[in-house]
């Protein structure tokens, strides 16, 4: 099993930065797939980036440029670094980890609330 905990959510007015951690127990997370998405109210849960175990990374076209997804393995940790924050990107962000190799072997964190408003 893996824990996931989300942290580093908050308020913040337009244009500002925010970077969101997540801090997995349980197993170490070097091999898995690890991954950001958001969840607004009334719209269906959506990707906003990945990394894989080698550090190939994905984003959503509309927080390409913007946000920018690491990790730190010794850490067991993964980052969102968000810039240039708009409205839009207001929603709960939950963290991901998924093993490629195993079926079914995934996990969710339980969200840290980003809210971007003046």
């Known amino acids: 099993q893996v824990q996931l905990v989300e942290s580093g959510g908050g308020l913040v007015q337009p244009g500002g930065s925010l970077r969101l951690s997540c801090a997995a127990s349980?197993?170490?997370?070097?091999?898995?797939?690890m991954g950001w998405y958001r969840q607004a109210p009334g719209k269906q849960r959506e990707l906003v980036a990945i990394i894989s175990r080698v550090g190939s990374t994905n984003y959503a076209g509309s927080v390409k440029g913007r946000f920018t997804i690491s990790r730190d393995n010794a850490k067991n940790t993964v980052y969102l670094q968000m810039n240039s924050l708009k409205p839009e990107d207001t929603a709960e962000y939950y963290c991901?980890?998924?093993?490629?190799?195993?079926?079914?072997?995934?996990?969710w964190g339980q969200g840290t609330q980003v809210t971007v408003s003046s």
């Open positions: 991901y980890a998924d093993n490629p190799f195993i079926a079914r072997d995934d996990y």
């Open positions: 349980g197993k170490a997370i070097n091999i898995y797939t």
